[in-house]
């Protein structure tokens, strides 16, 4: 068992992991830069050791001193949540060199999976259906320009070690190929340090559906899928679990994939499997194809919470400590639909610029769970993630899920800062959400009306007034 655990993130990740923690019995341990001296993750755990620094490289980033702030408290566990070093193999691997227990995949599942070239090859050996496309090393101009051609236009260039929807190029022409390439490499090779890339088909009408998988380092099972169509910028804004109108052999099929594929890899903790799938026709069994593996915790790990009814995070711990799977596929089964939005500090009428500054009023509405690392009075500063909160509304069913999340939503109120509210409601009553019939496009298609930002009322004006005269 688990006695004090390190928890090595910031933000809204950090607090729910010390809930869970907290929950269990398990001492938790914060590590803080200087711009989070204070914030709700340091308030969230136990002790705290102070890094100092803003940026994440002076911060979260720096594996020598966490690992030596974990040994000197006598913590005898590290959780790294999503992003930072999350996916950082060698960190996994210090950690546990350190003779601490890593609440993670081993290294080498994370290596694994960590470049999407060779993460494809390796499916397509374990007979998971792979994007068709190209992921060899040669990297010439004439070799990806003829690989395109012979993929069929549109075409998506990819960095192989890209993330956060970074590196990517959708092509539609070949006249065009030349020029996306070069600023797809310029950008991998500034954001990851590794300029190379590989082309995939653009799949029609593409729809976000990933599966959430769980193992022990022996087995893995399924735990559902989540649809993400809902992107800016290939970036999830909206989440749901289950995804609208999956059959349930479809379901099957891919959870059956998702798991030869955790399998495959020795897996073990929480990870996620990334499917993209044909949204021209309804689903089938054929026509769903691998894109890549997060090796971590999902941001959107709540909405499978809620409908399986279990704690993510305490898996994550148990198994960790040696535990095997807590539940056997044929003991997991899903009630209801959950959706998530993330709620975030930006402006969208203005290009989703992120907006920096305190939060003067924060309050959000009822019945909602709201997984956020900012309070009232807190602060969003330009260093990190500009996320307020994840709401999550769960319901009987979809129609339910939905209406209480927009109330939700509505009754959310902010000020001090801009953010993305008005834009997510508007997402949420979205024709072709209601109807579960959108795929990735659909933000990009709708931008004008989705963030069209409705002028104040003589009533909002009054009211203002009233508020800033105290009254
Ligand atoms: P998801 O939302 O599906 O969990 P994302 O790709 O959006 O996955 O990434 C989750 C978190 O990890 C975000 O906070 C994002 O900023 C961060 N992240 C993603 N890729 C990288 C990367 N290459 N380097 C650092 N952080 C990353
Ligand atoms: P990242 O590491 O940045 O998350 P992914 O490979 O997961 O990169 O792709 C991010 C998003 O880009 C997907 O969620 C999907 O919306 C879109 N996408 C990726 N591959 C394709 C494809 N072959 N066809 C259409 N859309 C795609
Ligand atoms: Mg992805």
Redesign the pocket.
Same mark, same amino acid.
């Given at each position: 068992m688990i006695q004090k655990l390190l928890i090595a993130n910031r933000g809204e990740i950090a607090c729910r992991i010390a809930r869970s923690a907290g929950e269990m019995g398990i001492a938790t341990l914060a590590i803080a830069s200087q711009a989070d001296e204070d914030a709700l993750h340091v308030q969230s755990c136990d002790e705290v050791v102070h890094l100092g620094g803003h940026s994440p490289a002076e911060s979260y980033l720096r594996r020598d001193a966490i690992i030596s702030a974990a040994l000197e408290r006598g913590a005898d566990a590290v959780h790294p949540g999503? !992003? @930072?070093l999350s996916e950082d193999p060698e960190f996994a691997q210090a950690v546990q060199e350190a003779g601490l227990i890593w609440v993670g995949p081993p290294a080498a599942a994370i290596r694994a999976m960590g470049l999407k070239d060779a993460a494809k090859a390796l499916m397509q050996e374990a007979g998971v259906p792979i994007v068709p496309g190209y992921h060899g090393a040669a990297q010439s101009l004439q070799v990806l320009e003829e690989a395109a051609a012979q993929i069929g236009y549109p075409v998506l260039i990819k960095a192989v070690a890209g !993330? !956060?929807g970074k590196g990517m190029r959708r092509v539609d022409r070949p006249e065009e190929f030349a020029a996306h390439l070069a600023s797809a490499q310029s950008e991998a090779q500034s954001? @990851?340090g590794n300029a190379r890339v590989l082309i995939e088909k653009f799949i029609a009408n593409p729809r976000h559906i990933e599966i959430q998988v769980f193992g022990d380092g022996q087995k893995a099972v399924h735990l559902y899928e989540r649809d993400?169509s809902l992107q800016r910028r290939h /970036?999830?804004v909206i989440e749901e679990a289950p995804a609208p109108h999956m059959p349930s052999e479809v379901r099957d099929a891919m959870g059956r994939a998702a798991v030869r594929a955790a399998e495959a890899i020795g897996y073990a903790s929480a990870g996620?499997v990334e499917f993209i799938v044909d949204g021209s026709a309804p689903l089938h069994e054929n026509s769903f194809y691998f894109m890549e593996m997060?090796t971590r915790l /999902?941001?959107?790990h709540p909405v499978t919470e809620e409908i399986l009814g279990i704690d993510l995070v305490a898996w994550q711990l148990q198994v960790a400590a040696g535990g095997l799977l807590p539940r056997a596929q044929d003991e997991i089964h899903a009630q209801g639909h959950s959706i998530e939005a993330r709620l975030y500090a930006e402006d969208s009428a203005q290009g989703f610029l992120p907006s920096i500054g305190q939060l003067h009023h924060l309050n959000f509405g009822p019945g909602l769970r709201v997984e956020t690392g900012v309070a009232q009075g807190g602060q969003v500063t330009p260093y990190y993630?500009p996320m307020i909160a994840k709401l999550i509304a769960t319901g009987p069913d979809r129609a339910g899920a939905l209406q209480r999340l927009v109330r939700g939503l509505k009754l959310t109120e902010i000020a001090g800062l801009k953010t993305n509210r008005d834009f997510l409601i508007a997402l949420l009553q979205h024709e072709d959400f209601v109807a579960g019939t959108f795929d990735t496009g659909l933000i990009a298609r709708d931008m004008q009306v989705l963030t069209h930002a409705p002028a104040p009322t003589p009533e909002d004006w009054a009211r203002a007034a009233l508020c800033a005269m105290g009254l």
């Open positions: 999503y !992003g @930072f !993330g !956060g954001a @990851f993400c /970036q999830k996620t997060n /999902q941001v959107e993630d």
